[in-house]
């Protein structure tokens, strides 16, 4: 058996917003999103993707036939609130319908201990449940049942998050999303590019423009200060987005000399910190080693090995 992991709200969220040219949600084998809770509440919304797991008449989970649970990367599930795993819960339970009763009490866990039995990979719960996630992604909620592939298409992923609620990481055109920057409340922005743009019409947003080539010969390095420092000063008031044209080398590269600089990371870590958040994350060789050099400034000397096939 693969095993139950509990999931964070902001791993699903990343889990849900990675992309390639396209959504990854368009991958038939990479995220099953399953929902334990009764079929009126699944009715009234919903995580988006996310197929009501149904039940025998015994009250039994029954494995999606549609899906190959041995073959998929990310099998996630979650009911209203589970935050342990051994959760049950008794409050407000005499209120619930006779029906309903069974599927609230561990409802996630009944299902994923079923699930484990066919996958490679350990099943996700969701910490908190619906109740948690929607609370902090409410614009990832819906009633769409049925997804169409030109509707995963033509899915838009938002940046991911590094920090909650304070710090995402993406690319230029999530940067002039208003809708992203409205649901994300985003209050200032670091454009790593070399392309201009407006994107705030409300002042009291700030923008720090960093104009540097994705290229191994660019400095990147002399500017980590300044970044780091309005990052640290506008986080302080609210969510702050770092972009690059593809947000993959040049954003990711910032992100991670804010980690080392704040949070004390070495480079290892913040390297695996980040790549968990964006998979296919990829700064520059030469932003690389300019990345080992800031490595050195704050501990005195270099920590990782950068000469290792994965950096």
């Known amino acids: ?37 009764t079929k009126r509440e699944y009715n009234e919304s919903h995580v988006i993707t996310a197929r009501r797991v149904k039940q025998n008449p015994g009250g039994d989970y029954l494995v999606p036939e549609s899906v190959e649970l041995e073959c998929v990367k990310y099998c996630v599930v979650y009911d209203s609130k589970t935050s ?32 484990e039995q066919f996958t490679r990979h350990p099943v996700r719960i969701l910490k908190g449940g619906y109740e948690r996630f929607t609370a902090c992604y409410h614009f990832l909620r819906t009633q769409k049942i049925f997804w169409m592939p030109q509707e995963l298409d033509a ?7 590094i920090l909650p609620a304070q710090l995402y990481m993406g690319d230029y055109r999530q940067a002039c999303d208003q ?9 200032a922005q670091v454009n790593i590019s070399e392309e201009l743009a407006t994107l705030f019409t409300d002042e009291s947003k700030t923008l720090l423009h960093v104009s540097v080539a994705d290229s191994p010969d660019a400095d990147l390095f002399s500017l ?46 913040a390297w695996k910190y980040i790549q968990k958040c964006k998979t296919n994350m990829r700064p520059n060789r030469g932003f690389v080693q300019q990345l080992s050099a800031w490595e050195s400034q704050i501990y005195g000397s270099a920590i990782t090995d950068i000469s290792e096939p994965h950096y």
């Open 1 to 37: 058996m693969a095993g139950l992991v509990l999931c964070e709200p902001t791993e699903l969220y990343n889990i849900l917003n990675q992309s390639t040219k396209l959504s990854r949600l368009t991958e038939p084998n990479y995220l099953c999103l399953l929902d334990a809770r």
């Open 224 to 269: 980590f200060p300044t970044i780091c420092h309005f990052i640290d000063a506008k986080m302080a008031l609210g969510a702050v987005l770092v972009f690059s044209t593809l947000g993959l080398s040049r954003s990711s590269t910032a992100v991670m000399a804010f980690l080392m600089h704040s949070s004390h990371y070495p480079l290892k870590r």
């Open 155 to 161: 899915f838009q992923p938002y940046p991911v998050e």
């Open 84 to 115: 342990s795993l051994d959760d049950i819960y008794y409050d407000d339970y005499e209120e619930k319908e006779e029906d309903e009763k069974d599927a609230e009490v561990g409802a996630a866990i009944q299902c994923a201990r079923v699930l």
């Open 179 to 187: 809708q992203i920057q409205k649901d994300l409340k985003i209050k």
